[in-house]
């Protein structure tokens, strides 16, 4: 089948955001449509998609789902992970700009499949003005009867509300989220147990991202035989990408999944800006290890080929960097982030992300030696596996990448005692 | 129970342990320092990291629990190499200023350092400061560049006071504990967080800088501060006892001891009767006990025996009071026995403080003496008895107006007494005796749990312990009990109570006796 917009479809259609224009786009007829089948027949339905999180993990939707106990007597939840954090990924953010009555119509279509009867959606804290604009969306779905406590009037309960975080990376892995949002500080939890049976107030729970939810309808409405018709053998239909870096055209893309990259940065993203030379690609969240250029020409966007070569497709965040680039000073920027958003539970991430960031820096700056070189690698080597969760490996994956196909600007740096590109660079003020 | 394969060989441990406990039940120590087996699991220290085959890296040894034929291994190059790891991350913004630190010599940073660090130190970052000497309360004071954040400290205030006093704020290698705004580290239990704290993070504010723990000896014992019989062990050195720490005992305190029971070590220390007075004069302790022998002879002469009354005490050991009622009924022939004492009733919660602050209440019911202390001011406000035999309780400072009165009918008091009271230079004759920690013995705690006390040092001056002052003072009215230590006393209490046949003082269990229900049950109902 040919590629088709599913998640994007509504993005250029002016104010699909408010619900009278999204049900006259057929809006809302995928959850009537789900409310009358049997919550069994959803999950089939999102199983035979073959969709899968499209949070940064990949889990496919529809077990997730099936991992829900029946029996428990405890409230099932819903949670909508909307912190979007990963630097470079900005997809959720215009999702939910642009068409929030689809995610409102997943949560609906969800939480039947799987008996819960209230959802949450966590928004990281610095999207206050998206929480308005979905919060507005919200209220209308409540005000259409489409949610509350006799959706489309079948009887069935389905509250929604969000929740906004304060500004914490962590608060992106689902049991942090959990935690921030049960009100307490959020770091990660041991697991297991895990969401599925212990979630949200220890109850089963489902923590699904905003694309995820989003795509149900879709699904629900043409079928999972229809996604699952496009994309490739393993990675089904399609997903967001949101580019960043040096290229000429920045932002949200839908593409199918096993789209060349070359082709992508030729018909999408315009190419690399003024006419530089790709060097590096990020391809899908600053947590993946980097991309040579030579190695993204020849890669296909599916979790399958980017695994291959030793990286991730993770959230979809992709950054393209050109030749002018630093990559110690890039890497220096990205450590610096995961110092600063360690949650600090855990020995080695709360030590090692610092540490490493401050050998990064020194070197950067023209102080480093040939031994930190080796210190980092073993000092990643002491993290990564080694911790909670994978705030640590976010951090040392990337830092072995950049050591492992870049030493060469690293050795640069000890041999001109500082940074080459910075010193070539022309002084700030110094006239365009 | 479960076999398990570890490090090579299979073992069979029991069910529901975890791989720390597993291991250690079996001889094979997995370090760690955030996991504490009276605290929930946090994991976060990652220092048990161990190898378990099939399992999705390296686990955590406290969050992993035993499975029939899991294979865990704690001894391989990776293990060692991710121990080492972890504590090189922990002294990597750590002051490391061990010759100041409280905490030297009793500290797992130090401990593990040398078992599984020795590594070249290869930081050449600036460390992370943050706060020192933080006045957490009362109590304790902080040192925030010490700590390692394994929040044990934390999760004691929030699992087991659930005064929830403490936090960890900011975050990554920022991350350090605070008191919440405007609250202090203030419960009737906070210093446990310093025993808890691996540590020198956390210090007591009265024991630090006293002394370097490598100089202190511990003697077990049980703390007398109520009827609740913490199990503690007694830091002391030279004759002087510097702190009480709580002793692991499931049945009677867990972990834990409050912090009342725990400063009451302070009172061994102070205004000790050291030497024998005679009407509040000093006087040689032969001097002393052949005027309390002349006297009770020519009471018994001139008014009976039962004109003598004897008074033992809750405060006592088991054998003490034995001896004294042996005292009363064997040597001096008086009836008139009780075992009483007057301490005011004090604080009580539904965790260890009880209102009852006499360690050994169930012990005296036990033997069979009587507390009714009515009886025994009724008998001596009737002018029949003519002598008072006091063994570790001061009536004459305790006692009310109306006892004062009662008192004051006796013409003749003695009392056996571990202070320098006004009760003490009020007596007649008053012979010094030693308190707890300067001597054997047992006591039976409010739920008929006996456990036994050992000795932390001799007393000095001419203090005797009671079994032995009460002995000497038996034998030099002619029928001496030919005790030379606890387990002769032992063989005849064996003798007398049932419930204590067989049973040899050295010998019995750690973690105390549990005498018949009917025992303790029948204390309480006196008491209530």
Known sequence: ?432 | MPKITLNGQEVEVQDGLNLIQAAESVGVTIPHYCYHPGLPIDGNCRMCLTEVEGARGPQIACNTFVKEGMVVKTDTPAVEKMRKGVQEFLLLNHPIDCPICDQAGECRLQDYYMEYGQYDNRSMVEKVEKKKAVDLGPTVVLDQERCILCSRCVRFCESVTETGELVIANRGDHSAIETFPGMELDNPYSVNVVDLCPVGALTSKDFRFKQRVWFLQTAKSVCTGCAKGCAIDVDHKDGEVFRYRPRHNPDVNSYWMCDEGRFSYKRINEDRLRTALIEGREAAYGTALDAVVTKLKSVVELYGAESVAVVGSPHGTVEDNFLVNRLAREVIGTSKVWALALTPDGSQDDFLRRADKTPNRTGVKFLGLNDDAESLKAALASGAIRMLVMVNTDLLTEGDGSWQEALSKVPTTVLFGTHETEGARKAGVSLPIAMHVETYGSFVQENGILQKIMRAFDPTGDVLPTWEAVGMLAGRLGKGFGYDDMEQIWEDLGKTYPALAGQTFYALPENGLSLPAGAAAGSAAARH
């Not at chain 1, 006799?150 to 989220?177: D, P």
């Not at chain 1, 147990?193 to 991202?209: E, Y």
């Not at chain 1, 995961?338 to 820096?361: F, M, N, V």
Request: aromatic share 8%; proline share 5%; glycine share 10%.
């Open chain 1, 1 to 432: 089948m040919a590629f088709q917009k599913v998640v994007s479809r509504h993005f250029d259609v002016p104010n699909a955001h408010d619900i009278a224009v999204y049900e006259s786009l057929g809006g809302y007829q995928a959850a009537r449509k789900a409310l009358a089948m049997e919550p069994g027949a959803i999950i089939e339905e999102v199983k035979t998609s073959g969709l899968r999180g499209r949070g940064g993990a990949g889990f496919p939707a529809g077990m997730k789902w099936s991992f829900i106990p029946k029996d428990s007597p405890k409230p099932k939840y819903l949670v909508v992970n909307s912190d979007e954090s990963e630097p470079g990924t900005f997809k959720d953010r215009k999702l939910i700009e642009c068409d929030p009555h689809s995610l409102i119509e997943g949560v609906i279509i969800s939480c039947f499949a799987f008996g819960s009867h209230q959802a949450y959606i966590y928004i990281r804290g610095e999207f206050n003005q998206q929480r308005i604009h979905l919060n507005d969306a919200i209220q209308q779905a409540y005000d259409k009867g489409y949610l509350g406590d006799n959706v489309f009037g079948t009887g069935y309960t389905i509250h929604l509300s969000t929740h906004r975080g304060a500004g914490a990376y962590i608060c992106g892995e689902e049991t942090a989220l959990l935690e921030s949002l049960e009100g307490k500080k959020g770091q990660p939890r041991l697991k297991p147990p895990f969401p599925a049976t212990h979630g949200l107030f220890q109850s089963p729970t489902v923590v699904n991202n905003v694309e995820t939810i989003a795509t149900v309808p879709w699904i629900i409405a043409n079928g999972g035989a229809a996604y699952a018709a496009m994309g490739t053998e393993k990675a089904k239909g399609t997903r967001l990408m949101s580019v960043s870096g040096h290229i000429n055209k920045p932002g949200v893309y839908e593409i199918e999944m096993g789209m060349p990259f070359k082709d992508f940065l030729a018909e999408n993203l315009g190419g690399v800006w003024k006419g530089r030379t790709l060097k590096a690609v990020i391809p899908g969240g600053s947590s993946c290890p980097i991309l040579t250029a030579e190695e993204a020409m020849n890669l296909t966007l599916d979790p399958e080929a980017i695994a291959a070569i030793g990286s991730m497709a993770g959230s979809g965040g992709m950054m393209v960097i050109d030749d002018q680039t630093c990559m110690v000073d890039l890497l220096e920027d990205l450590t610096h982030f995961y110092a600063h958003e360690s949650c600090g539970q855990c020995t080695p991430c709360r030590e090692g992300t610092d540490w490493l960031y401050k050998i990064i820096r020194r070197i950067e700056s023209g102080r480093g030696t040939a031994q930190d070189l080796d210190d980092i690698l073993d000092i990643a080597d002491n993290m990564e596996g080694k911790t909670i969760c994978a705030l640590a490996a976010a951090a040392t994956m990337p830092t072995r990448s950049y050591i492992k196909k870049f030493r060469d600007e690293f050795v640069a740096h000890f041999e001109h005692r500082g940074c080459p590109y910075k010193q070539a660079k022309v002084p700030a003020g110094a006239g365009a």
